[in-house]
């Protein structure tokens, strides 16, 4: 009897320690995933911060082109209407140097 008690315990003792192990098996697959993990994450956010920016200064870019032109045009239209305003200007002011010379 005492022979089988031992033996109960030292089955539940070997027991034991398998699920420890198993235990700190599953603990440190846990661990080293959360490590492997938490490298690439960090490296997929640089990847992704460094497209970031360059879809930034890509879009920056296009965005300062499209406002030289935007610039150039509104200059090109004002000098047109300036020209235009100049002359109307001078049509009428010969017309009315006409009409005084006439005597209207």
Known sequence: MEEIFNKIIEIDK???EITNFEKEKKLNMDEFIESEFGIKKVVLDMEFKDEIE???RKYDEMLQEE??????????Q???MQ???SEKENEIIEKIITDIKKGN
């Not at 406002?67 to 090109?76: A, C, P, R, W």
Request: charged share 55%; proline share 0%.
């Open 14 to 16: 070997n027991a034991k």
């Open 54 to 56: 360059l879809q930034k």
């Open 67 to 76: 406002k030289l032109k935007i610039d150039e045009d509104v200059k090109n």
């Open 78 to 80: 004002i000098e047109d």
């Open 83 to 85: 020209k235009k305003y």
